[in-house]
């Protein structure tokens, strides 16, 4: 893995070394760009001209296109457009391609052009061009030495002088003319006089013109001079070689002879031919340089066209081509980030094309599953949430109610275990049951671990106990347990379910209601023989004590009868009390009134103390004279059943909500078996007691909505009277 | 295109021997203009047989130095010498008026291109009295035919600028 690790790590940093350098490539070609504009900067005397420029121009723009691309490259932080990267590589190397052969090219044409203007520019073509231009030139320098040399015997011609002079008739200086013509070989010869009058020609062939030419600047330059002189005049029949001869008089020039000689139209085309051919040659290799600079301006222009041309093409290709590659990762991108609602447009039938199809239906079925997971997903949040409120309700169901419940699957282990079984079975609340259910059976859960048990090993599927667990504070509960076996037939559980629930007070309440009826057939059955017993027993004792042998044994048993009978008149008259206890007539009692009361009642015991707050204004809704009758029942048994050293305290305590009387003594107390035993009916520790005073005042507290507890059994005994200061409209009634 | 190239219009640097007068009489402003040159410029294409022209534009305006609309006139004048090497002679060509007539000698022809000689520019009725105005004589060279390519427009090319002010009494 570390290895493959290295190689990877390698691989990254080659390809971004790759990446950078590939960054540099525009700013590269700029650099070489620029350099080759510097290199072919116009300058004066370069002869490239205003195409020079365009070049220079058009590089400079290529290179500033270069730069600027190459620097948002290079600051390119960010992910560029998807097939950006793909479509510069395709442009750059598309004229990269171009380029090349391009510049070869030039180059090869370059160097023909050199070539070709050498063989042009030829030693060998300038001088054979020289010496045909010399040849033609020849034979104009000897048509015109020709010209002048006969024009020389002409100027003292004497016939020509008469003819001038006037001393000569027309038709004789025609002749001469005509003759020295033919002689010649002029074809037009004019005389004229001082005054550039015409006194004579003759023209070969027709005429062609009525009057004669007027004279040139040379003609009257020749007569000034007096020098014979010839000039090349170009007509549109031809070129013509004319001459001007003054005719010399005695003293002065008195004439002027003018003949025109026709130059051969053969020869003049072929000389003038010669001149324009050398003209050319001369013009041509004068612009040599210019031609060359040209030249190869027009090649670069043509390539940078080309070049030019060639990235556009190369961008609109590129960019045909990589737009579905473009499409693809910008469609990718979308997916990524969780756009599932993707489609790339039609594509062309190709590679390209098939793979946005392929792409489509990926994403259309990726959409789907997504939607099929989001709606189960909906579907099982759904079913979570509704199963959440059904646990909530059980729970608060399990949590609220008063049985306490525990489940236990299959293999012993406790699933469920509400607070209610705490409470009963005040199991503290640092105790966590454990997995296993028998380990949970001990200390007060151990009953509870019988029962399930039994329940473990009958055959019968529901089982119900009533047992008695003793608490570890000696408090006995008297437990109704039921438990069912919980198939496993179609329900994804098993187990067993065990409901528990403390009817120590429904016990206690059939229990006091049992004993109110027997209370009642008591005091029905029993109640009304014994006054006429006690009647009888003393009647008895009054008329028939002096008639007995032994009176002493006749009192005895005579005050014994009346006594048991008086005893069994004050249990018929307790139990009747119990059975007909009378509805509290509630009122506003202040709490100080009882202790007042009770103080002015056992003011006699010098060892009870009560204890009476001034100025207390607390109030509490009751029946005073029940409550009273509790008061004195619990005051009545401190004082019967504590040495007469002991103290006895009587106080109040006054919250809120509750009324308190505190009844405390600091005897001997009353052992674990009495205590919780102490309410019930008919219990006594007493020779004489009834045991039901306690029973009577407990009914009584309940009926106020309050209690009557043992706080404390020994050292100091301490009873608790409780009873809500506002009794309930409800509860009152 | 090649043909158009050769025969671009030919630059060449400024010298400081170039003079431009002004001279005016009661009706027309003249003006006098000499362009200094090397002899070998002309001299040799004029013996090589090829025709070389000289434009002159003359314009007169107004001495502004950043206003554009200072023209007032202007007038442009082209001289052109066909040699012929036949003959030996050049024909002078002044496009201008129409009027040409062959020489003999190379030192006239040079000067008919280097020379303006009391060439009327404008009416003098067209111009304030003193008032400072300014003459500018630019002058282009052509040798070779004078078929100039298509773009020498664009960026005309100038041998030789020369300008003077002036104002009338």
């Known amino acids: 893995m570390a290895i493959h690790g290295s190689q990877d790590a390698k691989g990254v940093h080659a390809a971004v070394t790759r990446l950078n350098v590939m960054r540099l490539v525009p700013l590269l070609m700029a650099l070489v760009l620029i350099t080759v504009t510097v290199m072919l900067w116009p300058s004066a005397d370069d002869g490239g001209g205003f195409l020079a420029w365009v070049n220079v121009g058009l590089m400079l723009v290529m290179t500033l296109v270069l730069i600027q691309y190459g620097i948002r490259l290079l600051r390119e932080t960010i992910e560029p457009a998807p097939g950006s990267r793909l479509r510069a590589k395709l442009v750059i190397a598309m004229v990269a391609m171009l380029l090349v052969p391009a510049m070869v090219i030039q180059m090869a044409a370059s160097q023909m052009v050199d070539k070709g203007m050498d063989v042009w520019f030829d030693v060998r073509v300038d001088t054979l061009l020289d010496r045909a231009l010399n040849l033609a030139q020849g034979f104009y320098e000897r048509v015109e030495k020709d010209m002048k040399r006969n024009l020389l015997d002409y100027i003292s011609d004497g016939a020509l002088l008469a003819a001038v002079s006037g001393n000569m008739d027309y038709r004789t200086s025609s002749a001469y003319l005509t003759e020295m013509s033919k002689s010649e070989g002029w074809q037009k010869v004019e005389l004229f006089d001082i005054n550039e009058r015409q006194v004579g020609g003759i023209q070969a062939g027709e005429l062609t013109a009525l009057q004669a030419s007027p004279l040139s600047d040379t003609a009257r330059l020749s007569m000034r001079l007096g020098r014979v002189v010839t000039e090349m005049v170009t007509r549109n029949n031809g070129e013509v070689a004319v001459g001007y001869a003054p005719l010399v008089g005695p003293v002065s020039v008195i004439g002027l002879l003018r003949v025109e000689v026709a130059l051969p139209a053969g020869v003049i085309q072929n000389a003038r031919s010669v001149e324009a051919d050398y003209s050319n040659y001369r013009q041509l290799e004068r612009n040599r340089q210019t031609i060359r600079a040209t030249f190869t301006h027009v090649m670069l222009f043509v390539t940078l066209i080309v070049v030019l041309l060639a990235g556009v093409v190369a961008l609109l290709f590129a960019r045909r081509l990589t737009a579905p590659v473009g499409d693809l990762a910008e469609a990718l991108h979308r997916v990524t980030e969780g756009d599932l609602d993707v489609e790339i447009s039609a594509s062309p039938r190709d590679e390209l094309g098939s793979l946005g199809r392929s792409f489509n239906t990926m994403a259309t079925r990726l959409k789907q599953n997504v939607e099929a997971i989001e709606q189960a997903q909906g579907d099982l949040t759904r079913a979570l949430d509704s199963s959440r409120r059904r646990q909530y309700v059980l729970e608060s169901l399990l949590a609220n109610l008063h049985s306490g419940v525990v489940l236990v699957d299959a293999d012993g282990r406790v699933r469920l275990l509400n607070q209610a079984v705490r409470d009963i079975l005040q199991l503290s609340e640092d105790w966590v049951p454990s997995a296993d259910f028998s380990e949970l059976s001990r200390g007060n859960m151990r009953d509870i671990g019988g029962f399930y048990d039994e329940l473990l090993h009958q055959s019968e599927d529901y089982l119900q106990r009533e047992f008695d667990v003793e608490m570890s504070e000696g408090k006995t509960l008297h437990l109704l347990a039921r438990g069912a076996r919980l198939s496993a037939n179609g329900a994804a559980f098993s187990g067993y379910l065990l409901v528990i629930d403390d009817i120590s007070a429904l016990a206690e309440a059939q229990k006091s209601k049992a004993w109110a009826e027997v209370a009642r057939r008591l005091a029905h059955e029993i109640k009304n023989p014994l006054t006429p017993i006690k009647l009888s027993a003393e009647r008895l004792q009054r008329r028939f004590r002096s008639q007995v042998d032994n009176e002493q044994v006749f009192d005895v048993c005579t005050k014994a009868i009346i006594d048991q009978t008086e005893r069994l008149q004050r249990l018929i008259s307790d139990f009747s009390t119990l059975a007909r206890m009378p509805q509290p007539k509630l009122r506003s009692v202040l709490v100080n009134t009882l202790l007042t009361d009770m103080n002015e009642l056992f003011h006699g015991y010098g060892r009870i103390h009560v204890e009476i707050v001034e100025h207390d204004a607390s109030y509490c809704q009751c029946d005073p004279d029940q409550v009273r009758q509790v008061l004195i029942n619990l005051m009545d048994n401190a004082v019967s059943a504590t040495a007469e050293t002991c103290a006895i305290r009587l106080y109040a305590v006054v919250s809120d909500e509750f009324a308190e009387w505190h009844v405390e003594d600091d005897g001997e107390g009353i052992d674990e078996n009495g205590a919780g035993k102490l309410f019930e009916a008919y219990y006594s520790t007493k020779s004489d007691g009834s045991g039901l005073g306690l029973a009577i005042a407990k009914r009584i507290a309940e009926d106020h909505g309050g209690d009557l507890r043992l706080l404390s059994p020994s050292k100091p005994t301490h009873f608790c009277l409780r009873l809500p200061r506002q009794v309930q409209e409800k509860e009152a009634t | ?169």
């Open chain 2, 1 to 169: 295109m090649m043909a158009a190239v050769l025969f671009v219009p030919v630059s060449f640097a400024a010298d400081a021997s170039e003079s431009l007068q002004v001279q005016t009489d009661a009706k027309v402003i003249y003006c006098t203009a000499q362009l200094a040159v090397e002899g070998e410029m002309f001299q040799q294409p004029l013996q090589d047989g090829i025709a070389v022209a000289t434009e002159w534009r003359v314009k007169v305006g107004k001495v502004r130095e950043y206003w554009l609309n200072d023209n007032i006139g202007d007038i442009t004048v082209i001289r052109r010498v066909e040699p012929d090497l036949l003959t030996r002679s050049w024909l002078l060509i002044d496009h201008s008026s129409g009027i040409s007539h062959r020489v003999y000698s190379i030192d006239s022809a040079i000067a008919f291109l280097t020379s303006l000689n009391h060439f009327p520019v404008l009416d003098r009725s067209l111009l304030l009295v003193k008032t400072p105005y300014r003459v500018g004589v630019n002058v282009n060279i052509h040798i070779g035919d004078a078929n100039d390519a298509w773009w020498s427009g664009l960026w005309p090319s100038t041998a030789a600028k020369m300008q003077k002010e002036f104002t009338l009494q």
